[in-house]
């Protein structure tokens, strides 16, 4: 509902140039603003992308995922009070973002995504290093999981606050893992774009609709995205 003109600015500018304002909708998932904003060009112009290209696209998605997750984690832990929480959150999260800027060059605005394919490739020391880094996350969320799904103080704090049907979410048009902690099977990704269609994955799903179980999705979701990069390395034509 905010006017920011990105409606009458794609008309003014570039088609190629555009993919920069695209990432500046929202600082936390740029890279989905700018593919999306390429995907529909590349429809419109029957453009076919790169395999590799496709894969590198996946790499990104589910980096940008993993520090949303870790960001928004973060932030309700500091909402309740749990500092150390979040901080904690954060921690992790900048081993991501180390992660982005190293393969992109930015930590907040990639500007890796361009109509047709990718502006960079990650080479195998690159990729090296990204599941190094990954191994690393990994088990730092192993703690933070435990907390926030165990942790007594977390669950008085979330559990039965702002609950919302399966019914309501959906048609309230919910979407990521609100729709899905309340029980509706629906990942976006299932679709297959980019390179989705070739990897191995189930969509993540919580029954109580509450604030804690859209936690716990957001919690198994960063194991999810961890896999699906090793899936990317492995498979990276």
Known sequence: YIHRGLELLVEKREYQDYVFVAERICGIC?????MGYCMAVEDMMKL???????????LWCELSRIHSHLLWLGLAADAFGFENLFYACWRSRELILDVIESTTGGRVIFGSCMVGGVRRDVDAD????????????????????????????VKHRLCGVGTLSSKDAYELGAVGPMLRASGVAYDVRKRGYAAYSELDFDVITENSGDCYGRAVVRVRELYQSINLIRQVASKLP
């Not at 907390?147 to 007594?152: L, P």
């Open 126 to 153: 690159a990729f090296r290093n990204i599941l190094s880094v990954l191994d690393t996350v990994e088990k730092e969320i192993g703690t933070l999981a435990d907390i926030f799904i165990n942790d007594a103080s």
């Open 48 to 58: 076919t992308v790169p395999e590799r290209a496709q894969y590198l696209r996946t």
């Open 30 to 34: 740029s890279f989905m603003h700018g």
